[in-house]
């Protein structure tokens, strides 16, 4: 079964808007981290935000905010203000943790692939 | 910030020969570092997980003889692909867990290495 899923193929949005991106995750772990990733067509992977399952508060990171709701199993990403450099590949991530030690692994969606329009 | 970096950044090869990727976390020491494999606009793949001081754990379906790890120290994993092949051409990815106070682990990349095998 798909554990994070990205629905979201492609987006477009113009410069200086806000965009979503998509994510949900399917889990049975109560404890449980999600993290979002850029990839620009250099290929490195850039961390921009992480959420944790516990947390409180929805995670905030400059132009980066996470819209975390956890009934509904989602993970959306924000950006404000939308930048060309914000043109890339974004990854939902998801590390699960097991009772009687943690795993670090991290489990990927298929990505989004952002344009941002001048 | 936290940094890692993987050499060679490109690499081309003969098929049946072999190729090493070095992965290297320059300001931190990991225990733990991730050996991912990502095909052309496809999501990343985790292959392995490379553990300093004993052996990796590889994936379901990943031949451990083919993709052999080493993790002689706290700060570089080796991934040899031993007789490469041209379906083993791919952007190779490795990652580093980085501990911090409170016991926060972020997950930090390396730039990828492009495997080509002609």
């Known amino acids: 079964a798909q554990k994070i899923t990205q629905t979201q193929p492609g987006m477009f949005v113009q410069e200086k808007e806000a965009v979503t991106l998509d994510c949900t995750y399917d889990t049975s772990d109560p404890s449980y981290g999600l993290f979002w990733y850029k990839q620009p067509s250099s290929g490195e992977m850039i961390f921009l935000i992480y959420?944790?399952?516990?947390?409180?508060q929805n995670a905030t990171e400059g132009r980066y905010s996470l819209n975390f709701q956890k009934a509904r199993k989602s993970a959306n990403l924000v950006i404000s203000a939308s930048q060309l450099g914000d043109s890339a590949m974004y990854f939902c991530?998801?590390?699960?943790?097991?009772?009687?030690?943690?795993?670090?692994?991290?489990?990927f969606g298929t990505g989004t692939l952002l344009a941002v329009q001048p | 910030g936290a940094v890692v970096s993987q050499h060679p950044s490109r690499v081309i090869c003969k098929s049946g020969t072999s190729v090493k990727i070095e992965c290297r976390s320059l300001d931190f020491q990991a225990t733990t570092m991730f050996w991912y494999r990502q095909f052309p606009k496809q999501s990343l793949m985790l292959m392995a997980t490379s553990n300093e001081g004993s052996k990796a754990t590889y994936e379901q379906g990943v031949e451990k003889d083919k993709f052999l790890i080493n993790h002689a120290s706290l700060t570089l994993s080796t991934l040899t692909v031993t007789s490469a092949h041209p379906e083993d051409s791919s952007f190779y990815i490795c990652s580093a867990i980085r501990t911090s106070g409170g016991n926060q682990e972020t997950q930090y990349f390396g730039p990828g290495t492009r495997l080509l095998v002609l």
């Open positions: 959420q944790g399952s516990y947390d409180q």
């Open positions: 991530a998801m590390r699960e943790a097991i009772y009687g030690g943690a795993t670090n692994k991290l489990i």
